[in-house]
Structure formats: structure tokens, C-alpha cells
């Protein structure tokens, strides 16, 4: 059962008693992390960091900030699912992070960061599912928002083949007087 309550209590009891326990430091953070306590939960990762557990420890902050992002961008909070997911990046790099950036930037019609973020997602996630939709997204904020033909063109060839965006595409392309 996981009764993450009682799971805290007794880690937050353990770790008390040796604050130089690292995996009882990560597992701590792990728990109060899903219960949603966010700072409680990075002050335990540091510590598991400080005593020998560091990768792992900014694997786990980057994923809470990761989840802190998410619930930003669902909530509506653009800025706020930015800066989380840019947190998030400065422990671990995760192509998830720059895809909610992007999404967020965009949304903020932050036009260069969103593209920023979505290449950043493309070259970590090339073979993603959605890929061909960031692609064309890319590509289309490159023609609309950024007014720069060239990069839209590139973009747009990159996924001229794409079953389910190529003939938007190559209308693109057409449009645009490239080949």
C-alpha cells in the first residue's frame, strides 16, 4: 500500500536521525514529492546530493519541477510553467521541460522563445510522436510570428513527406516560392 503519509513520517524520522543518509535523503524527497510538498521535498534531494547521491538527486528535482511545470501549463499559468520547467532544465535536461516551455512561450506569443524551446525539444525527442506537429509548429512560427522565410522554408521541408502534415507542408513550401 502506499500510504505516503506514514511513508514520510518514518523517512522524515530516519533522516533525522542521520542527515547524512543519502538514500534515506532521496527516498524522503521521492515520497514528498508526490505528496506535493515541493520545497520540503528539494531541501531532502539536496541533502542527498551533499552526501553522495547528486545525479540521481537532480534526476528526482528536475522530474518535481517537471510535474510543478505541467500542472502550471494545465492550470493556465504560462509564466509560472516557464519558469518550473526551466528549473527543471537546470538540474537535468528534459525534452518534456522544453516542450512545456515552448508550449507556454507560445502561448505568450514569446515567439523566438517558443521556437528556442521547441528545437531544443526536437533535437533531444527526434523520433517523438507528436515531432511532425512541432516541426510545423516551429515552421510556422518561423513564417508568421518571426518573419523569417528562410528557417520556415527548412522547417517545412523537414516534414514535406510527413503523412499527416505534408500536404499542409508543401502548400507551405509553394506558398512561400520554395522548392
Known sequence: EKN???????????????????KNALTLGQVLSAQGKIDEAIEAFQHAAWNGQEQAAKTQMSGTYLKVASAALKAGKMADAIKAANTANSFAENANAYLIAGQASQKLNKASDAVENFTKYLELKPDAANASAI?????????????NNGKALEYYNKIKDDAKFGAQAKAQIAALGGK
Not at 4 to 22: I, P, S
Not at 136 to 144: P, W
Open 4 to 22: 505516503l503519509e506514514v511513508a514520510a513520517e518514518a523517512l522524515t524520522n530516519a533522516f533525522a536521525a542521520d542527515t547524512t543518509n543519502a
Open 135 to 147: 516541426t510545423y509548429t516551429v515552421a510556422a512560427l518561423y513564417q508568421t510570428a518571426l518573419k
